[in-house]
């Protein structure tokens, strides 16, 4: 199992920007596929990018050109850098981790989650 701590979030203007970072612990080579999830108030949470083994990157369509995902195995973290950020972008931001087949986007091939961190965007 892979322990995951989110870190990074807080309050930005629109067009501001943060980074969001994941710090992974335990079996961590058994994650190939990392990925950030949101969930905004009263919606269901929702994919925002993943990021394979090899680099390869997925991205939801309203974050492409904006959003970019990142890995720094040396250091067992993800990153998530947000620029040119929306109020739409308000949400709890997650880290995940995979160690199974599936969509990229499918919640269901993520074993392992962090707890969450809050980014606002005021208007």
């Known amino acids: 199992q892979v322990q995951l701590a989110e870190s990074g979030g807080g309050l930005v203007e629109t067009g501001g920007s943060l980074r969001l970072s994941c710090t992974a612990s335990g079996r961590t080579s058994s994650s190939y596929l990392m990925g950030w999830f949101r969930q905004a108030p009263g919606k269901e949470r929702e994919f925002v990018a993943a990021?394979?083994?090899?680099?390869?990157?997925y991205y939801q369509d309203s974050v492409k050109g904006r959003f970019t995902i990142s890995r720094d195995n040396a250091k067992n973290t993800l990153y998530l850098q947000m620029n040119s950020l929306k109020p739409a972008d308000t949400a709890v931001y997650y880290c995940a981790a995979s160690s199974s087949g599936g969509l990229v986007s499918a919640q269901y091939r993520y074993n392992s989650w962090g707890q969450g961190t809050q980014v606002t965007v005021s208007s």
């Open positions: 990021i394979d083994r090899f680099d390869g990157t």
